[in-house]
């Protein structure tokens, strides 16, 4: 590609493939839809939270979860209050958090692991608070709902988080949801991965 070409849309900022972050907002941003109920389960500086009260405005909803106070400090400077309610609680509590009337209704979730950047690297999202998270999360959605996991196998605790995360979506009912896992395959290190999970609906005619 030329230098002085401009970047393709489906392009990371060095002009390669889109990072696993930004291929999540490309499948959201392909199937949100102004006035949906989204949820960001690990709300860390905001930038998922406002990219979701982007995808879903006017007349959508954000719920975002953290367990850190910094975390719902930074977001609350990048996101309309009017579009997003912040709970300061792990993702783990997520359904007694949701107003019951949502509970099978949400349009999509949006999980990015690991730590709160430029905070305590020692913060980190764990296996067990995550898959008690994600087993919430595919009730909570709505038939034809969408998730998203960014996953980061490099930092301490990553690679754990990361194979069990690949068992529990091995073992999930075929007929009820489907999904794909996307990752690098030459790279040394321990990439960033995506994992995509829809729950089926009948095709509309």
Not at 5 to 28: C, E, F
Request: charged letters at 20%.
């Amino acid at each position: 590609m030329p230098p002085d070409s401009p970047l393709p849309h489906l392009a990371s900022p060095t002009g390669g493939l889109p990072s696993s972050v930004r291929w999540a907002q490309l499948m959201l941003a392909d199937r949100l839809r102004p006035g949906d109920v989204v949820v960001d389960a690990t709300m860390g500086n905001g930038h998922d939270t406002l990219f979701l009260s982007q995808c879903v405005s006017p007349g959508g909803q954000v719920y975002a979860f953290d367990v850190q106070a910094a975390a719902l400090e930074e977001t609350r400077k990048r996101v309309p209050l009017e579009m997003s309610t912040l709970l300061h609680a792990g993702h783990e509590k997520m359904a007694q958090n949701l107003p019951l009337e949502l509970h099978g209704k949400i349009a999509a979730i949006m999980f990015n692991l690991g730590y709160l950047p430029g905070s305590d690297k020692s913060c980190i999202t764990r296996t067990e608070t995550t898959l008690a998270a994600l087993a919430q999360a595919i009730e909570l959605l709505k038939p034809g709902g969408i998730l998203t996991l960014a996953v980061y196998p490099g930092h301490e605790g990553g690679a754990e988080e990361s194979r069990e995360i690949a068992k529990w979506a091995a073992g999930l009912d075929s007929r009820r949801f489907e999904v794909q896992h996307l990752r690098p395959v030459n790279r040394s290190a321990a990439p960033p991965e995506l994992w995509t999970l829809w729950k089926t609906a009948p095709m509309k005619k």
